[in-house]
């Protein structure tokens, strides 16, 4: 035998054998829910549609049920599909469901470090002092509500200054929803003019354009590392913000005052200090950077999101406007500031920033989650370590709490007599032990940078309000909406 017929024989043999043992691993463990059958080393890459995965897990869950596993490459993934599925496992087994499953592109970047990507004592630690902190700075209190307010208010004049022309309102709404979060984390706004302000601003645009690299990235880590593509500018953008942070930790470490924390990253530090003895501690440069990070990135987006979201879908709906119009009118007025307090006696407006939130359905999938130990759901047994999709949509679309769920409709959230109504279908924001730290002042920003834009102005849009498109751009993480223009109208 010639040796290029030999090496040729020797390397399909290998081959063979690594795709035998990849197919074994897959499709060994009966304990596993079922699922559609996985190929060798690419998993269920085929029977999902990398341009929409929440498209492809509705119709896997129409064949396989509530709990069924799809295989990401290699690496089985556990989806919980519905509201008795979803709070079995994050509510009455929280606990074993309260890892955080891997997203392979960040992870990169914050190397399981800050709150968002740690697990264990490291996470329970940062989350704890998390909290606590945004507390003492005015988390769910009137401290925030008055930046909030503020922010408001320099939002409005902006808009104000467009003289009726029109505008697309991304920047000047991330702009607003950014700098709340960079008054709590860094301990000032930033002028809508500042440069290394509007590079973050242009940073975070250009990843929430780049997110179908993270449906790959999700599905080929390894592999993904060793071509060329969007999913490097996601990195390399990411490393700038890292960068920013570290830049600012250093500043308020060079002014820092032990007894007078004026931010956030001045508590972190002089925790660090507190802490400097203990060999234990979680409390240190890599995670304060990374914590901070986390904070500002996820108090921007999402929010800005939602409300850019929802002045389309006002657009939309005009109707729907001209009663919340009516209701600002007779509860605050056309002269003072609305208030958290004006939400009970609103009970329309309120049913309308829900319905935004349910009908946007923004992380469809949820962020992962991993089970920390070996742990018995239903019939099945999920082992220690095993990625978990807990979706969200299908709890905000669920049609039986929510009739006709594709339709942007505020009764889903009124009863009979017009009062608001409460339900535990709403979980825009998760629920359990991993639920977004960031609720309470999310909540609190969307009603009133909302109440205050309608307050001040009427929505023109540029075409028949019938032709404006609302469905979302989807993609593996987030839901967004597709760009548009309006006017605005002083009132």
């Not at 989350?127 to 307010?149: A, D, H, S, V, Y």
């Not at 500042?194 to 690299?213: A, C, G, M, T, Y």
């Not at 979680?282 to 979201?309: P, Q």
């Not at 999709?389 to 709490?401: G, V």
Request: with cysteine; hydrophobic share 40%.
């Amino acid at each position: 035998m010639e040796p290029l017929g030999a090496t040729t024989i020797l390397l399909v043999i290998c081959i063979s054998c690594l795709l035998l043992s990849a197919w074994r691993k897959m499709s060994g463990n009966g304990k596993l829910p079922p699922g559609p059958v996985p190929l060798p080393l690419i998993g269920n890459a085929l029977q999902l549609n990398t341009k929409n995965l929440p498209q492809s897990i509705e119709k896997l869950s129409a064949k396989f049920g509530p709990v069924f596993t799809i295989y990401l490459g290699t690496k089985p993934a556990v989806v919980l599909y519905g509201y008795e599925a979803v709070k079995e496992a994050l509510i009455d087994q929280g606990d074993a469901f309260s890892g955080r499953g891997p997203i392979p592109i960040l992870d990169q970047v914050v190397e399981g470090k800050g709150i968002g990507s740690s697990n264990g004592e490291a996470w329970k630690q940062l989350r704890r002092f998390g909290l606590t902190t945004l507390r003492n700075f005015g988390m769910g209190k009137k401290n925030i509500e008055e930046r909030i307010l503020e922010e408001a208010h320099f939002l409005v004049e902006r808009f104000r200054n467009t003289h009726e022309g029109a505008f697309d309102p991304t920047s000047f709404l991330i702009h607003a929803v950014s700098n709340v979060i960079c008054s709590v984390v860094f301990g000032d706004r930033f002028d809508y003019h500042d440069k290394k302000f509007l590079k973050l601003i242009d940073l975070l645009e250009q990843n929430s354009k780049l997110q179908l690299s993270f449906t790959m990235y999700l599905l080929f880590p390894t592999l993904m590392d060793y071509f060329p593509g969007p999913h490097k500018k996601i990195l390399k953008n990411f490393r700038a913000f890292a960068s920013f942070v570290s830049e600012r930790t250093k500043i308020n470490r060079e002014s820092l005052d032990l007894s007078c924390p004026r931010d956030f990253i001045d508590a972190f530090l002089i925790k660090i200090e507190e802490e400097k003895q203990n060999d234990q501690s979680e409390f240190n440069n890599a995670n304060m950077v990374k914590t901070t990070l986390d904070l500002f990135i996820a108090g921007t987006g999402t929010t800005s999101i939602t409300l850019k979201y929802g002045l389309l879908l006002l657009l939309r709906h005009p109707e729907i406007e001209a009663k919340v119009h009516e209701e600002i009118d007779r509860v605050i007025g056309r002269n003072r500031r609305p208030c958290m307090a004006d939400r009970s006696q609103m009970p329309y407006t309120d049913a309308v920033v829900h319905e935004i939130q349910r009908f946007v359905s923004l992380v469809p999938l949820n962020v992962p989650r991993t089970v920390i130990r070996d742990t018995q759901f239903r019939q099945f047994i999920i082992p220690k370590g095993t990625i978990i999709f807990p979706t969200l949509k299908s709890i905000l679309y669920d049609s039986r709490e929510f009739p006709n769920p594709d339709q942007f409709d505020p009764g889903h959230f009124l009863d009979e007599n017009g009062a608001f109504r409460k339900t535990d279908y709403f979980m825009p924001f998760s629920t359990g032990k991993r639920i977004c730290a960031g609720e309470g002042m999310a909540r609190m920003e969307i009603f009133l940078f909302l109440t205050m834009i309608l307050q001040n102005f009427t929505l023109k849009p540029l075409i028949d309000p019938k032709e404006i498109d609302i469905s979302p751009i989807t993609t593996t993480m987030a839901n967004r909406p597709r760009p548009f223009q309006l006017c605005v109208v002083p009132r």
